[in-house]
């Protein structure tokens, strides 16, 4: 009797052991999951949202250099155009504002944006010293004081905020890195404390069934924590390529893809912007315009999502690099026909749109350029010679 009851109490100390030490690696597991989890998916938000800023900055300065251009050339009232600068600028303002907000950034990263800003301000300075009595000026005075006076200020800008992207992105690169070593030693120790406790339950209660299939219950827990960790940093990485809207790769994305590929291979690639696309916006609301990128997205997945990888590089800007099998000849066709569809009529609402499309098509061949900014620059200015001259066509891109 006195025999089965000291079994009876050593059974309850196996007990006892087994519970403490288990409750201790959940407890420490769960603690780790947050410590790694959180912080990732912090970063990662606040990564893309400064690039959002950034990029919204970069496009409001093109918009601004183009408005100047018109009101250079005389054509429409200059008035409008005023108004669209002003707008620009307040969108940049909003844009800055967000990014100072933001506390993601490098030294040397925000260093570059400083001088951007600078140089934002510059150029408003002197946009708002001439910005009517420019269009009162003979041609040639008004292209001196556009070359003189205000173009060196937005492409220093634009420099700068280039400059701020590519920091932006080692910065990202760094945090990403550390965060994946973080995650591994996490699940290292988790690993480490499970297989210990799994040593200390099965010694002191090998004979304690019941105990050790809440054991196992518990470790399927763990399992299914881990696996749903995985599947949320899977779905980081989903966002930090992806655009959030069209659900198309994104820039990062392209970067990734063919960032390496650029020195040795050669490369059949289309760029498309759309004529106009503020105007959507303008009449019809944002949410109306979103909805026709996402109509542009799918049209564009389902006709050429076999022939190319798609992606969505700002808000109304798409490319094309199409697979390697793919020959030049019909990647140039295909080319032709995604203009075609970008540029049909789509119905929202009710409400028939038909927006034309300025394109560039580019055989890229290998060391043509340093990096994808540079190949990005090459086809924007294409393009926007292109749109200077009534857009609505598909230019190619001479090689080098």
């Known amino acids: 009797m006195a025999k089965n009851k000291k079994k009876e109490q050593s059974s309850t100390r196996a007990y006892t052991v087994a519970a403490i030490f288990f409750a201790?690696?959940?407890?420490?597991?769960?603690?780790?999951?947050?410590?790694?989890?959180y912080p990732m998916n912090k970063n990662s938000a606040l990564s893309a949202e400064s690039s959002k800023s950034i990029y919204t900055i970069r496009e409001e300065l093109l918009s601004i250099n183009r408005n100047v251009l018109m009101i250079i050339t005389g054509i429409g009232d200059p008035t409008g155009y005023v108004t669209d600068v002003e707008n620009s600028f307040a969108n940049i303002d909003k844009a800055m504002?967000?990014?100072?907000?933001?506390?993601?950034?490098?030294?040397?990263?925000?260093?570059?944006?400083?001088?951007?800003?600078?140089?934002?301000?510059?150029?408003?300075?002197?946009?708002?010293e001439y910005r009517y009595a420019i269009a009162s000026l003979d041609h040639a005075e008004a292209t001196n004081v556009y070359t003189q006076q205000i173009l060196v200020y937005q492409q220093s800008a634009l420099e700068m905020f280039d400059a701020v992207i590519d920091n932006h992105n080692k910065h990202s690169e760094v945090q990403k890195a550390r965060g994946q070593r973080v995650f591994y030693i996490a699940i290292s120790v988790m690993i480490a404390i499970l297989v210990v406790g799994e040593v200390v339950i099965f010694i002191t209660a090998k004979n304690a069934k019941k105990a050790q299939a809440e054991l196992d219950r518990k470790a399927k827990q763990v399992?299914?924590?881990?696996?749903?960790?995985?599947?949320s940093q899977e779905k980081i990485n989903d966002i930090a390529y992806s655009n959030f809207l069209t659900g198309l790769k994104n820039r990062y994305a392209l970067e990734n893809d063919i960032g390496e590929k650029l020195a040795n291979e050669q490369l059949n690639i289309a760029v498309f912007d759309m004529d106009n696309f503020r105007s959507i916006n303008d009449i019809y609301g944002y949410d109306f315009g979103d909805e026709y990128l996402v109509m542009l997205a799918e049209n564009l997945k389902s006709n050429f999502g076999e022939f190319a990888e798609i992606y969505n590089i700002t808000g109304n800007e798409f490319c094309l690099v199409f697979n390697r099998e793919i020959s030049d000849t019909n990647a140039m066709r295909y080319a032709e026909?995604?203009?075609?569809?970008?540029s049909s009529v789509y119905t929202i609402a009710n409400i028939g749109i038909q927006l034309t499309v300025t394109g560039c098509r580019y055989h890229y061949l290998p060391g043509e350029c340093a990096n994808l900014n540079a190949l990005l620059v090459k086809t924007d200015n294409v393009i926007r010679n292109a749109k200077r001259n009534g857009g609505n066509t598909l230019q190619n891109v001479m090689s080098m």
Not at 108 to 119: F, L, Q
Not at 337 to 342: A, R
């Open 24 to 37: 201790f690696a959940i407890i420490s597991s769960v603690m780790m999951f947050q410590m790694v989890y």
């Open 97 to 128: 504002e967000t990014y100072e907000g933001i506390d993601y950034h490098s030294e040397k990263e925000y260093e570059r944006y400083e001088s951007g800003k600078d140089d934002v301000m510059n150029l408003r300075a002197k946009i708002n």
């Open 223 to 231: 399992e299914a924590a881990d696996r749903k960790f995985k599947h």
């Open 337 to 342: 026909n995604v203009f075609t569809v970008l």
